[in-house]
Nanobody, 127 residues
Framework: QVQLVESGGGLVQAGGSLRLSCAAS????????MAWFRQAPGKEREFVAA????????YYADSVKGRFTISRDNAKNTVYLQMNSLKPEDTAVYYC????????????????????WGQGTQVTVSS
């Protein structure tokens, strides 16, 4: 079965950096669009970043553009989220998501499009 396992979360001071990883198994990784979402307490789960399966195009939420970088290594079945210049408002549980052949720009940002999810990793940014 498909498994997505996130790692790399933790506590960091504002202005610091973290790198999240999501290791995927049980799927043909190169045919899946991979994404990161996050959910803060009392808030809806929101889109952070995605990398498309077909050409590794990347998409970002406006709130993280210029600070976060998503990348994928198809040989390692892993997607990464490099987070720099972290702010307290970045505090959330970060989830990895995957969907087969998901392609359109509008679709990759919608959480309902993704079939598979990881268990999440906590990121806490202190001020």
């Amino acid at each position: 079965q498909v498994q997505l396992v996130e790692s790399g979360g933790g506590l960091v001071q504002a202005g610091g950096s973290l790198r999240l990883s999501c290791a995927a198994s049980g799927l043909a990784f190169s045919t899946y669009t991979m994404a990161w979402f996050r959910q803060a307490p009392g808030k809806e789960r929101e889109f952070v970043a995605a990398t498309r399966w077909s050409d590794s195009s990347t998409y970002y939420a406006d709130s993280v553009k210029g600070r976060f970088t998503i990348s994928r290594d198809n040989a390692k079945n892993t997607v990464y989220l490099q987070m720099n210049s972290l702010k307290p408002e970045d505090t959330a549980v970060y989830y990895c998501a995957a969907d087969l052949y998901l392609s359109s720009r509008s679709s990759v940002t919608r959480k309902y499009e993704y079939d598979y999810w990881g268990q999440g990793t906590q990121v806490t940014v202190s001020s």
